[in-house]
């Protein structure tokens, strides 16, 4: 069964600190790789997407992929309290098949 | 990217009742996606729908209880039947949609259902 894992937290680090979210895939086949963010009560919102191995840069947020380990990795540096939310990491795995992680909950402490 | 909108936002209805819920995007998109996501859990996929053809569910979920319409490339509806407590939870919809080269998957701002 195709997996993608997450530990669910919660992550708290402490304002300004960098924020390091981590998560693996199982299927080898996957090409795309996908970072939500979703405060209590809201829908995903998309915030990163990756490709391609090694970093994607967006603002205060890096996307990392290694694929030959399977490991995608989401930072983001001077974190805020605003960032506080559950970050959720999807593969694309196939046409139209998407594989969600259970999320990581992220407090970031004023 | 697309802008999804979904219908309505929240509501709360009786036990053995059903509700309709609308799901429209700003552009054509070939694949939607009806989820369920229960207060402080992850996403479960409920079915996929593409144009023209019968939703694909996904195991322990039935057409019966979960009807799905998709009459053109930017508009679907779910369908909770005969509800009961236990399908209280915020229902979503998502789209395929391309953003630059690649395909992306973007969600509507949900329904929050209560069933009594």
């Known amino acids: 069964q195709k997996e993608v894992e997450q530990n669910s937290g919660p992550l708290s680090v402490p304002e300004g600190a960098i924020a390091s979210l981590n998560c693996t895939y199982s299927?080898?086949?996957?090409?795309?790789f996908f970072w939500y963010r979703q405060y209590s009560g809201k829908s995903p919102e998309l915030i990163m997407s990756?490709?391609?191995?090694g970093d994607k840069e967006d603002g205060r947020f890096t996307a990392q992929l290694n694929k030959a380990s399977q490991y995608v990795s989401l930072l983001i540096r001077d974190s805020q309290p605003s960032d506080s939310a559950t970050y959720l990491c999807?593969?694309?795995?196939?046409?139209?098949?998407?594989?969600f992680g259970t999320g990581t909950r992220l407090k970031v402490l004023a | 990217s697309a802008v999804i909108s979904q219908k309505p936002s929240r509501d709360i209805c009786q036990r053995g009742t059903s509700l309709t819920i609308q799901c429209q995007v700003d552009?054509?998109?070939?694949?939607m996606f009806w989820y369920r996501q229960q207060p402080g859990q992850s996403l479960t996929l409920i079915a996929t729908a593409n144009q023209g053809s019968e939703a694909t569910y996904e195991s322990g979920f039935v057409i019966d209880k979960f009807p799905i319409s998709r009459p053109n490339l930017t508009f679907s509806t779910l369908t909770v039947s005969n509800m009961s407590p236990e399908d209280s939870s915020i229902y979503l919809c998502?789209?395929?949609?391309?953003?630059?080269?690649?395909?992306?998957?973007?969600f509507g701002p949900g329904t929050r259902l209560t069933v009594l």
């Open positions: 999807a593969a694309r795995s196939g046409t139209y098949k998407y594989i």
């Open positions: 552009s054509q998109v070939t694949m």
């Open positions: 990756i490709y391609s191995n």
């Open positions: 998502s789209v395929d949609a391309l953003a630059g080269v690649y395909n992306e998957q973007f």
């Open positions: 299927d080898r086949g996957s090409q795309s």
